[in-house]
Structure formats: structure tokens, C-alpha cells
């Protein structure tokens, strides 16, 4: 099973629920760190990287020599990546989605392929925690390639947790698609509501079934309650604002480990994901 935690915004708890859970249930586990701007799972997890290599997108390069500038590949492309002015062809990289499209439709034959760089992928291991992540290369924009290369190293078998960017944007998007279930993490707050409502409506476009966590849940109002009822969104698990989870996140440690009664709380959290994922499938 492939679940994915995600939020509205960021600060809301996502690490925290995605490495406590990882090294609170048994068996086989994975987690993927898909929040490749700024990738923190890491941090708390502390494992021995066994493997690095730099993931690179394709983007076009023109012959000169072979174009006739018919303007083909700077029309189909929608991103503006290609312009042809005058003899000479300019190219964009920053600005290329790697589709491919240029190529297909050059009659000359005059655009090839090269790979640029977008940042580096790292593998590991934890006690049994399989982990994976993506660092984006400073100044870099396209984040959803390095974030479905991350997501491509997943195995079949076990538990694959997915740590997803904040927000509802493409990176978002790609780090939630095609997993078994959503796990939104909130604050009750107005900002947390505000944005919690923005997550729930793109979850509800990819048709994947949710539950929420709500962090720090003895602040701000019953707001988000009301909406989660409202809704019908299950709230699977409520973390208290205490002094001694606020601890071991400062020492950048897993709070499961200090307080181990919340393990038995994170292996319940599993195992109501599984059915409410097993009858999401079965309505399908």
C-alpha cells in the first residue's frame, strides 16, 4: 500500500506523522521524501545513504545547420521554451517540460536531446526503514521530474510512504498521484482550515480516498472538526501540543521514541488507512 501524507501548507506536522509512522509499524517500510525543495525527513531519520546519482530532465538542442526555421517546435511548444528569431533558434531550458514535442515535429531532423541537470537522488537505510529523497538543485523551478524519479524507486511489497511537498500545486500533485490513500495533516487553526479546504478539493479531483491528522490539536478552535464532519473526512489521529513532542522535534528526534505509547497510536493510524483505503477501492 501507497499512502501519501500531504497538507494545505507547510509547518502543518507532515514529517513528523510520515517518520513516526515509518518506524512504528512492522514490516517491510518505505519512505520517500517527494519534498525535494526542502527535504527534512532525513533529519529525524538519520540514515546511512548507500547510494547517490543525478537525475537530469531532457531539453532540446538545435542544429543550425539542419533547421530551415519553419517555426514548428516554437508553436507546439506551450511552455515558450523555443524561439525562433530571424536564422537563429533560442532555447529556454529553465522554462522546458522534457515532452519531447520539439523533437517529434522537426521536419529536419535538427533537434536532438540533452540532459540537464535538476538535482540529486539519495538512497538508504534505517533499522529496517528503506528511504529515499530528492535534493532540487539550487535555483532549479522543475521540481515534479525529480519528484517522479523518487517516486519511481518505490518497490512493490510493504508499506511506501510518501512525505509530499506542502500545498496543492504540480509537485503536490505529482507526489500524490497514483497512491492508495491521502493522509492530511492540519492545525486548527484559520490558516490550517483555510488551506485544508484547498488540499481536500485536490485530493477529491484525483479520486483518492483521505483521512486527517489533526496537529496540535488543543489550540486555536473545533472549526476544523466541523468542517471535517461536515465533509465526511475521518479523523483518523489528533496529536496534543505537548511540551515533550515539541522536545524531541527540537533535538531532531522521532517522538515515538520518547514517548513509546504512541507507537501503539501510529499502528492503529495503519491499520484504519488499510480499511478505509480497501473500501475506497471496493466503491470504485
Known sequence: MIISIASGKGGTGKTTVATNLAVSVSGPVQLLDCDVEEPNAHLFLRPTIEETKTITTPVPEIDLEKCNQCKKCMEICRFKAIAVIGDTVLTFPELCHGCGGCLAV???????EKGRDLGVLEVGAMNGVS????????????SPPLIRAVRE????GGLTLIDAPPGTSCPVIAAMKDTDF??????????????????????????IPM??????ADIGDDAVRAYAQ????????????DRQIAESYSRGEMFTLAMPEWKDRFRALAEN???LAEKGAGEK
Not at 483521512?211 to 496540535?216: A, C, P, Y
Open 211 to 216: 483521512g486527517l491528522v489533526i496537529n496540535r
Open 153 to 156: 524507486c518505490s518497490r512493490a
Open 131 to 142: 528511504f529515499i529523497h530528492g535534493r532540487l538543485r539550487v535555483g532549479e523551478a522543475m
Open 106 to 112: 522537426c521536419p529536419e531532423g535538427a533537434i536532438t
Open 182 to 207: 491521502v493522509l492530511l495533516v492540519t492545525e486548527p487553526t484559520p490558516f490550517g482550515l483555510h488551506d485544508l479546504k484547498l488540499a481536500v478539493e485536490a485530493v477529491k479531483i484525483l479520486d
Open 273 to 275: 488507512i488499510q480499511t
Open 230 to 241: 461536515a465533509e465526511g473526512l475521518p479523523i483518523l489521529m489528533e496529536i496534543p501540543f
